[in-house]
């Protein structure tokens, strides 16, 4: 795992999976358009971004964007989108995955953080 | 990327048999210290027997056991499963209402092990169990290995999903033409048929016909079936 | 939309003029940010003769988009003054990298919503490819901006190969960051109609 001159940390999947990631910082979006309206009868629905880093350096930074789903099973909270970080994931043999690889690689890892256990305590309290 | 991670990663895009797939979750699970493993897939549709696929490395007799005795039915952790995507590890409390399955997996071998399950948006679940013969689970282990075991929960979901759900999708197709689809779509909103004639300018008649012929093509009791299975199957979007 | 492109000397004193009370009226007028100014007219240490600039210009010959242009071989502000952004690694010094600043796109005339409107409108995405075109002229690669941390989704979904240099921090309560954006990429769509995402908030 290094920083390159580039800004970007590069590092092999297995090492990001083996790197403990910290929530740093959760917000809610606010001047939400529609359909995301608080109209009585519709769904209300809260989204939103959430930032996530290592401990050690170069610090890893992760963050994405979230939205709550509200369903007949219950309330969800799903990833929008992919993740922007300072990361660029590399092949055993060097070689940087493209762009949107990276991305799509990076959002299945932080699927596999237990970033939707602790979110709704998070922003409960930086909201409350 | 050579790693299992990284075979696993190409297989997520790349058409391959379910053994093939398997085998690779196998790969990766003992490569993370789990001797064995267990997949179970959930297509939620239809609603009155949704079909659970079962692929695991378990000991042929105890998987035979397993299903002679019905546990799918009273596993504690397909239960817990079916509730949340937290991860659970086996204990003893865990087995507390179930102390025959928790002796018999402990006989067949299966004596430590840990699962998690997955729900993707279409309502498919997935289930994967990692388990071992010897050396318990530790907080130290988890603390490193979780996020790569909860990494491997959604990347098998991915590549075990996408085989199974295109067969699973290509066979419910019902061809519902677009007036059916528009007239379930009102049903689903709550209006009645009479309502519903108001709004397409058609007749009362007409509209329940739509409606009976919707119910025959989507195989269900039911008008009210009829429209959950069609929004559980992404038709009325 | 018309835009000029220049040092001081390139560009008219009017021109120069017109951008220092653009400057004011977005950054401490609008936005409130704390800048020692006389007359309405804002510019800083960093408004140097080697300092080029991107304006952009509506029908009427009024200010509608501003950027500003350094390159990182000279005193920059990520450098001089934010350089706790980057969390210990070194302020970029090299040819291939410039800093843009006091990017603003505001068009007074339109309906202002919230203070991240500035990078989501049409002027805005075409302000920052001209930028991008006229630094790359002058042989960078990419740039190097502090924005809030909303900024970096709004540049992804305009098509832009941005990503940041290290976590963002909290600065005044709202989270802010050290953004890098390559030269090489065109933007991806027309953004003439577009519907812009949820604005984050500042």
């Known amino acids: 795992m290094h920083l390159s001159p580039d800004g970007l940390i590069r590092l092999t999947l297995d090492q990001l999976l083996s790197t403990s990631l910290e929530h740093l910082v959760s917000g809610v979006d606010q001047d939400a358009s529609p359909p995301f309206t608080n109209a009585c009868g519709t769904q209300t629905v809260l989204s939103g971004y959430t930032e996530w880093i290592s401990a050690n350096d170069p610090t890893i930074s992760i963050g994405w964007d979230w939205h709550l789903q509200t369903a007949v099973t219950g309330v969800r909270w799903v990833r929008v989108g992919l993740p922007r970080s300072n990361l660029m994931l590399t092949h055993d043999t060097g070689h940087d995955t493209s762009w949107h690889g990276n991305l799509e690689i990076l959002g299945t890892v932080v699927d596999a953080l237990a970033w939707r256990e602790i979110l709704p305590d998070v922003v409960a309290a930086r909201y409350a | ?237 | ?202």
């Open chain 2, 1 to 237: 990327m050579n790693t299992w991670q990284g075979d696993l990663l190409g297989m997520a895009d790349t058409a391959c048999t379910v053994d093939a797939v398997f085998e690779k979750i196998e790969r990766a699970s003992s490569a993370l210290g789990f001797e064995f493993c267990a997949y179970g897939l959930r297509l939620p549709t239809p609603i009155s027997s949704p079909r659970t696929i079962m692929l695991s490395n378990y000991p042929q007799a105890w998987q035979a056991r397993y299903a002679s005795q019905g546990y799918l039915a009273t596993d504690p952790t397909v239960a817990h499963g079916r509730q949340s995507q937290t991860p659970l590890v086996w204990t003893h409390a865990v087995f507390a209402q179930t102390p025959l399955l928790w002796e018999e997996s402990q006989s067949a071998g299966l004596r430590f092990g840990w699962a998690q399950s997955s729900l993707d948006a279409v309502g498919v679940g997935g289930m994967l169990s990692l388990a071992r013969s010897s050396e318990p689970l530790t907080a130290t282990e988890l603390a490193t290995q979780e996020v790569k075991m909860r990494w491997l929960v959604n990347i098998s979901h991915l590549a075990l999903s996408r085989l199974f759900v295109s067969e699973w999708v290509k066979e419910s197709q019902p061809d519902l033409t677009s007036r059916e689809v528009e007239v379930l779509k009102w049903t689903a909103d709550g209006k009645s048929s009479g309502e519903i004639a108001d709004l397409l300018s058609i007749s009362e008649n007409t509209v329940n016909f739509h409606i009976k012929n919707s119910v025959v093509k989507l195989r269900t009791a039911n008008r009210t079936a009829a429209v959950v299975r069609a929004a559980m199957l992404g038709l009325l979007n």
């Open chain 3, 1 to 202: 939309m018309n835009i000029v492109t220049g040092t001081p000397a390139d560009l008219s004193s009017e021109i120069m003029a017109g951008v220092a009370r653009y400057r004011h009226r977005v950054f401490v007028e609008k936005l409130g940010w704390q800048l020692r100014c006389e007359n309405a007219l804002e510019y800083d240490q960093f408004d140097r003769d080697d300092t080029v600039y991107v304006v952009a210009h509506n029908a009427d010959e009024e200010v509608v988009g501003t950027a500003r242009l350094l390159p990182t071989t000279r005193p920059y502000l990520l450098g001089e003054v934010f350089p706790q952004l980057l969390h210990g690694a070194p302020p970029p010094h090299s040819p291939d990298v410039w800093e843009l600043s006091r990017f603003a796109a505001v068009d007074f005339r339109a309906q202002g919503t919230s203070a991240l409107a500035q990078f989501s409108s049409p002027i805005a995405v075409g302000l920052l490819q001209a930028s991008l075109e006229c630094a790359a002229r002058h042989g960078a690669k990419r740039f190097i901006t502090v924005s809030p941390l909303g900024v970096e989704r709004l540049l992804r979904i305009a098509g832009f190969r941005a990503h940041r240099l290290a976590p963002p921090t909290l600065m005044d309560g709202s989270p802010v960051f050290a953004c890098s954006i390559s030269c090489e990429t065109q933007v991806a769509f027309d953004l003439a109609d577009g519907v812009y995402p949820l604005a984050l908030q500042a």
